[in-house]
């Protein structure tokens, strides 16, 4: 179940070949509406973790302390938006010190 691009929801995905994600996903929304006594008919549980841009931003702030450096790919060498590009927001938070591969 690893390295599946995923994106959607149970039985809605965007990309087939998701069925034991699907399964994984469904038990997971059922246990944790038994666990908090949700009543499925007026709760929804989504089960799904945080990736890409979000996932990165909570792991930086996690980890470094304000105006911390960090070294980053540049955008055009396989860096991302995500990793400090000076058009969002973690460009307030730390550094990125950007790397040009060869």
Not at 9 to 31: F, H, S, V
Request: aromatic share 12%.
């Amino acid at each position: 179940m690893t390295n599946k691009y995923s994106k959607g929801y149970p039985g809605a995905r965007y990309y087939g070949g998701n069925e034991y994600i699907d399964m994984a996903e469904t038990l997971c929304q059922k246990r944790a509406s038994e666990v908090f006594r949700l009543d499925p008919a007026k709760w929804g549980v989504n089960v799904q973790p945080l990736f890409g841009s979000p996932a990165n931003f909570h792991v930086y702030t996690a980890l470094l302390k304000p105006h911390e450096r960090i070294m980053v790919l540049y955008l055009p060498h396989g860096g991302h938006l995500s990793h400090g590009y000076q058009v969002l927001s973690t460009s307030l938070t730390h550094l990125p010190v950007s790397i040009k591969s060869s």
